[in-house]
């Protein structure tokens, strides 16, 4: 073989091999562009799973705390209703006795407290009784029937400022007794409230 052939030969080589290496280096260039790639779209994909699942829970939070919301609007809603509906009846109870002053049931009922006012007064404190200007002439006429009229149970002549029935105060203040309509309807309030929830759950 000629010098030139040896040449060609050794350049043809040398050029191969720097092929290959070239080759080698793209290679391994492309395989670490594909792993970069993966790892790129590995942690894109799960930041776009984590994301998509921190929206869920936000929506899922939202979601629990708009029906927090709407179970409190609606006990509230309920509270209310019965609370008028409460009222409602109470009003009417009390027009309907206020309505039937005048009558045998009224008097009866004024004499109760009056009797039992009595009972108290029987203890030895002297009572200072007021009553609402409309009872004042039913009031003054039980009393006398007590037979402690102008003794331990006196009669002011300035009314008290209620619907109906009677407050008494000892001489000595010490002793307040309220039988108004006010706080017998206030006792009985809860009961008729209770009333009036179960009718409105039907």
Known sequence: ???????????????????????????????????????????????????????????????????????????????????????????????????????????SFMKKLVDRLAEEAAGGSVFIVKAAKEDHSLVEELLKETGLYGKSLKLSKEPADIKGGIIAVSEDGDIVLDYSFELFLENIKPKIRSRVARLLEG
């Open 1 to 107: 073989m000629g010098l030139r052939g040896s040449v060609d030969k050794l350049a043809s080589t040398i050029i191969q091999k720097e092929f290959q290496e070239y080759k080698g280096k793209i290679e391994e260039a492309y395989n670490a562009a594909l792993k970069l790639l993966e790892e790129t779209r590995d942690k894109e994909y799960s930041e776009a799973v984590r994301k998509i699942q921190q929206d869920v829970s936000n929506a899922e939070e939202r979601l629990r705390s708009e029906e927090s919301s709407l179970e409190l609007q609606l006990k509230t809603a309920r509270s209310e209703a019965i609370n008028k509906w409460v009222d409602r009846v109470l009003e009417e109870a009390v027009n309907r006795a206020l309505r039937e002053r005048n009558s045998e049931w009224y008097r």
